[in-house]
């Protein structure tokens, strides 16, 4: 299984990005899914989710913010990333919520103020 994330970039406070993350070599529709960050230092974490249904979830740091979507024609996750704040800046990464496959190379998302 690939994890496959882009989407990332240097943008200024308040501006907007949108993450994908093509998952290939799995059965994509049955997984809940979510998208982690980690920044230097610090431990990974997960900022949403999304199940196999479309419910959805949020840490509280970027609930109103960010939305987790995801197409299972095309096998592709999405954060869409609004209002970001400099503490956003990480490394964004996807997995399934019980963190099965290799992470990846992950995109990089840094927020300058």
């Known amino acids: 299984v690939q994890l496959q994330a882009s989407g990332g970039g240097l943008v200024q406070a308040g501006g907007s990005l949108r993450l994908s993350c093509k998952v290939i070599g799995t059965n994509f529709r049955l997984y809940d899914m979510a998208w982690y960050r980690q920044a230097p230092g610090d431990q990974r974490e997960s900022v949403a989710s999304?199940?196999?249904?479309?419910?959805?979830n949020y840490t509280d740091s970027v609930t109103g913010r960010f939305t987790i979507s995801r197409d299972n024609v095309y096998r592709i996750l999405y954060l869409q990333m609004n209002t970001l704040k400099p503490e956003d800046t990480a490394r964004y990464y996807c997995?399934?919520?019980?963190?099965?496959?290799?992470w990846g190379q992950g995109t990089q998302v840094t927020v300058s103020s």
């Open positions: 997995n399934t919520i019980r963190k099965q496959y290799s």
């Open positions: 999304i199940t196999s249904s479309g419910r959805t």
